[in-house]
């Protein structure tokens, strides 16, 4: 349910967008270019974009650069995410976490199973928190992408949304 507080001025948040995949280039990434679209069309920026194969220390040395980068707020990665031997952007991811956001998978998992029914049961979608960056990895189809991006984190990445938000809590992430 979208609560969104128009009487609050809209804030911009930096997103880099990861493409796990060993065959996917730009010309055929239809999973990154459509997170790319719903998030600029949202008002947010691209603060980067990449492709990187399946292999755990390729996929963390792309989220270690972008988590070192102050203009990088939240990345989003797309792939990786099933059951095969060559899916292991959550271990990549989960290796790097500091905090673990476990209602990112669980509701991804609820919406997608009203869709999909129990193949739902496969995704191993995952957000957690790493140097004051968000991370989520969402599975390698565009229907995932959008349902990731247009049921959840369209609305937690806006300040406007009420009754709260994850950006509200952007300044606080790095307390001690």
């Not at 963390?60 to 899916?87: C, E, F, M, N, Y």
């Not at 999909?116 to 049961?121: D, E, P």
């Not at 806006?158 to 307390?175: K, T």
Request: hydrophobic share 40%; glycine share 10%; with cysteine.
């Amino acid at each position: 349910m979208s609560r969104i507080d128009t009487s609050r001025p809209f804030l911009p948040v930096n997103i880099a967008v990861l493409t796990v995949s060993d065959t996917r280039d730009l010309s055929d990434d239809k999973s990154g270019d459509t997170l790319v679209e719903r998030l600029t069309s949202d008002g947010h920026a691209l603060a980067g974009r990449a492709i990187v194969r399946d292999d755990v220390r390729a996929i963390i040395d792309q989220l270690r650069q972008w988590i070192a980068d102050p203009q990088v707020d939240v990345v989003i990665s797309t792939g990786g995410t099933g059951l095969t031997g060559r899916d292991v952007t959550p271990e990549a991811f989960e290796s790097l976490f500091e905090k673990t956001i476990n209602g990112f998978g669980e509701m991804f998992r609820m919406l997608s199973y009203q869709k999909i029914g129990t193949s739902a049961l496969q995704s191993r979608a995952t957000g957690g928190l790493a140097g004051g960056t968000y991370l989520f990895a969402l599975p390698g189809s565009p229907s995932a992408c959008r349902d990731g991006w247009d049921l959840i984190l369209k609305f937690q990445l806006d300040n406007r949304h009420r009754p709260c938000n994850l950006v509200e809590l952007m300044p606080r992430l790095q307390e001690r």
